[in-house]
């Protein structure tokens, strides 16, 4: 009767480690502008932390709402940019799933010449 019980233990703990090893996470959030809008396309970039390689990117869709899925655990930087707007810079130190909130973009103050 001790050998089904060791069986099933071993068994178990196979398992589990190969559940802990195969973990994804997603960062999420909204981007929006100094008036609360949603930005629609904005662009997110998620980079390793220590070179800035970048590992994935995606757009927020019609709500600002964007959704970086199958993360592996680590540390990363997140830019979010849009065109005419400050990148906004995140650092996130992913051991679960994230939300981000709300990104406000604050516009871009350019000075235009004369013709």
Avoid: W
């Amino acid at each position: 009767m001790k050998q089904p019980t060791s069986l099933l233990f071993i068994l178990y703990a196979l398992l589990s480690t190969t559940f802990c090893i195969g973990q994804e996470f997603s960062i999420s959030g909204f981007v929006d502008d100094s008036q609360g809008q949603p930005i629609m396309y904005a662009n997110m970039i998620v980079m390793q932390a220590q070179d800035s390689t970048i590992v994935k990117g995606v757009s927020s869709n019609e709500e600002g709402f964007f959704l970086v899925k199958g993360m592996s655990p680590g540390d990363y930087l997140v830019k979010v940019s849009f065109l005419g707007y400050n990148d906004v810079y995140k650092s996130v130190s992913l051991n679960e799933t994230i939300d981000l909130g709300t990104i406000a973009l604050e516009e871009t103050a350019q000075m235009l010449n004369e013709i």
